[in-house]
């Protein structure tokens, strides 16, 4: 049976090991047998660097690697994780796709993305998202030492706590506006994508066509999956007790 997996937001550490676990059972036991694993952004909580060299990250880049002898994978980045490079993908075999690809998925044009550059009201993220993936930021990031961008990591997710005990749900969400734009541009009836954790399949119109558009769910009490198969779409959870 041809099958693919898309999964997002699993915002890996090392101080969760029952999401890690989850995760390499998925990996060992249900990805050896699909035709492809698309992985949609913030694979990691923080990623300050592919010179970042722990035994976790070495870990969880051999998991994956050992799918990829046998069925491809790709990644985009997400909000946590864009500092991640070519280095730590090709140890883990994956294959980094542009933020907004258009995909074959069983005859159906579909566009996959993380989904952050979708929630265009809130206006703060936006600006911070604009400076952390212009050309010069990242190099300036990168070029700091190690013990710097951990604080700087650090002091950020402190900071994205806080604010999102103030930001109303509509504005964490997408833009429904921004949503029928970018799937008419690439001339989609079928979008996927993560960050917002709020695992669902929505109907909506684009061009006058009925169109979907499928939201994966985070990896913080159990693992999501997305199962796609030429008949079904399913979005399923994964017990972290195995």
Known sequence: ????YFIADLHLAAERPDITDCLFRFLA?????????YVLGDL????????????FNES??????????????????????????QSWADKAGMTILSEQTVIDLYGIPTLIAHGDELCTRDVAYQKFRKKSRSWWW?????????WFRRRVAENGRKESRENQKHLRQDIMD??????VRVMTQHNVQQLIHGHTHRPAIHSLQVNGQPAKRIVLGDWYDQGSVLKVSPDSIDLQQRDFSG
């Open 44 to 55: 990691f909580e923080v990623w300050i660097g592919d010179d970042n060299v722990t035994p």
């Open 174 to 179: 997408v833009t429904p506006d921004e949503v």
């Open 29 to 37: 036991e249900e990805a050896p047998d699909a035709d492809a694993l």
């Open 138 to 146: 990242p190099r300036l990031m990168l070029a700091m030492p190690l």
């Open 60 to 85: 969880v880049a051999s998991a994956f690697k050992t799918v990829s002898h046998t069925v491809p994978i790709f990644f985009i980045h997400g909000n946590r994780d864009f500092a991640l490079r």
């Open 1 to 4: 049976m041809s099958i693919t």
